[in-house]
């Protein structure tokens, strides 16, 4: 009987991780109309990057999405040219200005201790940043080396900032993780259609609700149909 409920507990979990993964990279939609041709679940800080390469033009069109660690924080997402770590990314980070708007602004990454607002070594433009539901987006496009096919990219959250200049970020595990190689000629899950315009985001919101409330519903009914076994199994 005991090992009966565990597997079934164990279901539960299954389940539930299942149809959390099903709202990943490829559920999501933006407001820039813009379609994305990859995307990807990156493994920390909740965080996603939806992409598309276009290796005759030698850019990199990208939508990083991440909520800050806190409200009032930020995030990043940069390319390290030299090397795998932090240490010499040029990033792009998104905060919420005292004004109450989002701004994205270029920074270099010269130490653990130390970042420095200034133009950046890669050519991007595009520059945007929105704010939304919890989660923060950084839109922008990169000029890479011709022939790049491999990018080391690094990304972040923080939990403040202060006169505008972003605080330094936890130590944690998943924050000293938050680095990898990304493979441009890979293809990932594709991105889905865009979203409508500004002016329909009231809409746009709607339809994401019912996504969540579809989703949500489907997920009830697999705890409805476990929990119905568990009772079974108890009353034998």
């Keep these: ?53 276009d290796a005759d033009e030698s850019t990199l069109s990208v939508v ?18 030299n090397g795998t770590g932090m240490v010499g ?18 920074y270099n990454l010269v130490s653990y201790g130390q970042i420095v607002q200034t133009k950046l070594s890669f050519d991007v433009s595009d520059t945007a940043a929105e704010y939304s539901d919890g989660v923060m987006r950084i839109f922008a496009t990169w000029e890479l080396p011709e022939n790049t096919t491999v990018i080391n990219q690094v990304w972040q959250v923080g939990a403040s900032v202060d006169d505008e200049v972003p605080a330094k970020h936890a130590f944690d595990p998943v924050n000293l993780n938050s680095k990898g190689e990304l493979k441009l000629n890979e293809t990932s899950a594709a991105s889905p259609s865009p979203s409508p315009s500004s002016s329909d985001d009231d809409s746009a919101g709607k339809e994401d609700k019912n996504e969540s409330s579809r989703i ?7 705890y409805l149909a476990v929990l119905f076994s568990v009772f079974g199994f108890l009353s034998l």
């Design 1 to 53: 009987m005991k090992l009966c409920l565990l597997f079934l507990l164990s279901l539960i979990i299954l389940l539930s991780s299942s149809t959390t993964h099903s709202l990943k990279c490829t559920s999501q939609t933006f407001t820039n109309n813009k379609l994305y041709k990859n995307c990807t679940d990156l493994p920390t800080l909740g965080s996603y990057l939806h992409y598309t390469h």
């Design 64 to 81: 990083f999405s991440a909520p800050p660690a806190k409200p009032d924080g930020w995030i990043a997402w940069g390319i390290n040219p």
């Design 89 to 106: 990314t040029q990033a792009l980070i998104a905060f919420k200005k005292s004004n109450g708007k989002i701004t994205v602004k270029p």
């Design 216 to 222: 949500g519903g489907i997920r009830f009914g697999l």
